[in-house]
């Protein structure tokens, strides 16, 4: 099955700065690349997601990127905010009846 | 309003003790599935089902059954609970598997003692 590797496990950043979590896959015919936030005590919730037709996919302060032939994703987070607080998982999956694979998840952190 | 609907939130309970943590979902969702939450190894898939009458295991299914005999309805239901599945459960739902975000429950917390 799919492999999904999420680096790093915890990030710090100041308020204003960039922040950017990078996942790899094993499966090269993933094609679904789904991000969740979950902030503390909640549900995990969609935030974004990339299709392996596009390499790159912005929504305002958030845009993630896919490198197909390194099988690798990332998320970034521009101009960060308090509110950015919580843990991100990336997923990736066939698509088409493909299961979803998790990520362990990044605990971001942005200081005020 | 669009939603998947856990029950309950929390529950404690003892060892050896049957118990079902109930999930419905109002969006006419093709797919649902189980995840258990544990700090430092991210969201495992319990059980998944690609529609009514159609389940299969996921990555950590020992102790655990399912049943879809109604689209909405995805029960998760632990015969014999044992400490070591204390943890927090998620339902999910998505129109179709692998080709859409999921739609997450509030989450049950579950304590075994």
């Known amino acids: 099955g799919e492999n999904v590797e999420q680096h790093p496990s915890t990030l710090s950043v100041q308020e204003g700065d960039s922040a950017v979590i990078k996942c790899t896959y094993s499966?090269?015919?993933?094609?679904?690349f789904p991000w969740y936030k979950q902030e503390l005590g909640k549900r995990p919730q969609l935030i974004i997601d990339?299709?392996?037709?596009?390499g790159e996919k912005k929504d305002q302060r958030i845009a993630v990127t896919l490198n197909k032939t390194a099988k690798h994703f990332s998320l970034h987070i521009t101009e960060t905010q308090p509110e950015d607080s919580a843990v991100y998982f990336c997923?990736?999956?066939?698509?088409?009846?493909?299961?979803?694979?998790f990520g362990r998840g990044t605990q971001l952190t942005v200081w005020p | 309003e669009a939603q998947v609907t856990q029950n309950p939130r929390y529950l404690i309970t003892v060892t050896g003790k049957k118990l079902t943590v109930t999930c419905s979902q109002n969006?006419?969702?093709?797919?649902m599935s189980w995840y258990r939450q544990d700090p430092g190894l991210g969201l495992r898939q319990i059980y998944y089902?690609?529609?009514?009458?159609?389940?299969d295991k996921g990555d950590v299914p020992e102790g655990y059954k399912v049943s879809r005999k109604e689209k909405r309805n995805f029960p998760l239901i632990l015969e014999s609970p044992s400490p070591n599945q204390t943890s927090l459960y998620f339902c999910?739902?998505?129109?179709?598997?692998?080709?859409?975000?999921?739609?997450f429950g509030s989450g049950t917390r579950l304590t075994v003692v």
């Open positions: 999910a739902s998505s129109p179709r598997q692998g080709l859409y975000g999921y739609t």
């Open positions: 499966d090269s015919a993933s094609n679904y």
């Open positions: 990339i299709r392996s037709n596009v």
């Open positions: 997923a990736a999956s066939r698509g088409g009846g493909g299961r979803l694979y």
């Open positions: 969006m006419n969702h093709e797919y």
């Open positions: 089902s690609m529609n009514v009458e159609v389940t």
